[in-house]
C-alpha cells in the first residue's frame, strides 16, 4: 500500500492520501476569534492543505464539521457557500459537539479527491 502523510507528527499528519483520496483536518489557528474569523482561518488552511497535495476545493468529497454553538450555524453557513465554487458542494454533516479546547468554536474534517500521480 502506497500511503502518503503530509507533515506527518507522532499524533497526526496534516493530510493522509491514499488511492487518490485525501483525508485531512482543520482547526483555526487562533481560537481567541469569533466563529467567523475561526471559521475563515479554517476554511483558508483547507485551501492551502488541498494546494500541498495537488487538489481544489472543487474536488472536496465530503466534509464533517463540528459546531459548538448551534447559534453560529447561520455564519458557519454563509461562509462556506462563499467559499465553495458554484456546483461543487460535497457531501456534508455538521454536528453540535463539546470540542475539548472549550476556545475553538468548530472543527471540519474533510475528504478530497486527489490524482494519484500528483502526490
Known amino acids: 500500500m502506497d500511503i ?62 463540528y459546531i459548538t454553538r448551534p447559534e453560529d450555524f447561520p455564519i458557519l453557513n454563509s461562509l462556506w457557500e462563499a467559499w465553495l465554487p458554484a456546483g461543487c458542494a460535497p457531501s456534508r454533516a455538521c454536528v453540535k459537539v463539546e470540542l475539548l479546547d472549550p476556545t475553538m468554536l468548530l472543527e471540519i474534517a474533510f475528504v478530497a479527491a486527489v490524482k494519484p500521480s500528483l502526490y
Not at 471559521?39 to 464539521?65: D, G, Y
Open 4 to 65: 502518503k502523510r503530509l507533515n506527518s507528527t507522532p499524533r497526526w499528519s496534516d493530510a493522509t492520501v491514499f488511492n487518490g483520496i485525501a483525508h485531512f483536518v482543520e482547526v483555526a489557528a487562533d481560537t481567541e476569534q469569533d466563529m467567523t474569523s475561526q471559521t475563515q482561518q479554517i476554511l483558508l488552511q483547507a485551501e492551502a492543505t488541498l494546494a500541498a497535495i495537488s487538489s481544489h476545493k472543487s474536488q472536496l468529497l465530503s466534509a464533517t464539521i
